[in-house]
Nanobody
Framework: QVQLVESGGGLVQAGGSLRLSCAASGLTFSTWAMAWFRQAPGKEREVVAAIGQGGGRTSYDDSVKGRFTISRDNVKNRMFLQMNSLKPEDTAVYYC?????????????????WGQGTQVTVSS
């Protein structure tokens, strides 16, 4: 059974930092592209960043470029999102997702497996 479990969310002031983690189990982690998505109240889900199977390929939404960094540890079956210079508009539930296709994740906004999400709230 595949499980993706996010952690690391919380309440932070604008300008602060958080590091999200996604722990994967039940799949051969190194063969799956991974991504972080987010969904704010009343808004559609959007992709934040994606990372290829080996970690060498990454993509970011323009809204987070230069502030967020996606990474993965294929030994520990974990993916991370370092979020710096957080803004109130970053407030959302953040989800991790896995898919065989990097392009389907980042451009198609789809994933084969999803976590339950972790809340990130940025106060002004």
């Amino acid at each position: 059974q595949v499980q993706l479990v996010e952690s690391g969310g919380g309440l932070v002031q604008a300008g602060g930092s958080l590091r999200l983690s996604c722990a994967a189990s039940g799949l051969t982690f190194s063969t799956w592209a991974m991504a972080w998505f987010r969904q704010a109240p009343g808004k559609e889900r959007e992709v934040v960043a994606a990372i290829g199977q080996g970690g060498g390929r990454t993509s970011y939404d323009d809204s987070v470029k230069g502030r967020f960094t996606i990474s993965r540890d294929n030994v520990k079956n974990r993916m991370f999102l370092q979020m710096n210079s957080l803004k109130p508009e970053d407030t959302a539930v953040y989800y991790c997702a896995a898919d065989r296709s990097y392009n389907d994740l980042f451009w198609g906004l789809r994933g084969d497996y999803w976590g339950q999400g972790t809340q990130v709230t940025v106060s002004s």
